[in-house]
């Protein structure tokens, strides 16, 4: 099952942004609705947040865990980098901040994605513009220093060439057993 963020894709938005613990919590609400009361996670970028949220609000229903790129920042790094991703974007008359949008879209994928498949996607990327930043705000709240200690559940680590791929590889104290693969070919996109 693969499940939209609540105001990503063709999902509701929250009515203002929401903390992490109420991403995780939405995700809680789809586990039961689905009356799927153990199960994986897997987590891409926020979503691997969401996930390990999750998996401490739900430990003991949650088996395992992947974490596609892991923001393994300091919290110095953490609002360094979050502090850009605090609104979205600004409408430009001539489209600029959809080439902008894309150039960086271009930016990141992988080897293996050509700009047909990119496009598929692109829509997706463009689309609840104006509340798209949100999960940056619950990102920059949540730390994977501080929550990742408490999990339990092995975590497998994918660590494709994006704009994680030099934090990701710290998460590796943290594994519990899992396993850190690292995808220097691959970039966002590659489980399109």
């Not at 710290?170 to 399109?192: H, S």
Request: glycine share 8%; proline share 7%; hydrophobic share 35%.
């Amino acid at each position: 099952v693969a499940v939209d963020t609540p105001g990503y894709g063709y999902s509701d938005s929250p009515s203002a942004p929401p903390p992490m613990e109420e991403y995780a919590g939405a995700m809680a609400d789809v586990a039961d609705a689905l009356d799927i009361t153990d199960f994986d996670l897997m987590g891409f970028h926020t979503g691997g947040r969401i996930a390990v949220q999750l998996a401490l609000l739900r430990p003991d229903a949650i088996k395992h865990i992947v974490l596609v790129g892991v923001g393994m920042y300091s919290r110095e790094e953490q609002t360094k980098h979050y502090a850009s991703m605090d609104t979205s974007e600004a409408l430009q008359e001539d489209g600029s901040h959809l080439l902008a949008t894309w150039q960086n879209s271009v930016r990141w994928r992988g080897p293996h994605r050509n700009n047909d498949e990119l496009m598929k996607s692109f829509i997706d990327i463009i689309r609840n513009r104006d509340k798209n930043h949100w999960a940056y705000k619950a990102n920059k709240e949540f730390s994977y220093v501080e929550n990742l200690p408490q999990l339990t559940q092995p975590i497998l680590a994918l660590n494709p060439r994006d704009d994680l791929y030099p934090y990701t590889p710290r998460v590796a104290p943290y594994l519990n057993g899992g396993q850190l693969i690292d995808m220097p070919d691959w970039g966002l996109g590659f489980l399109d």
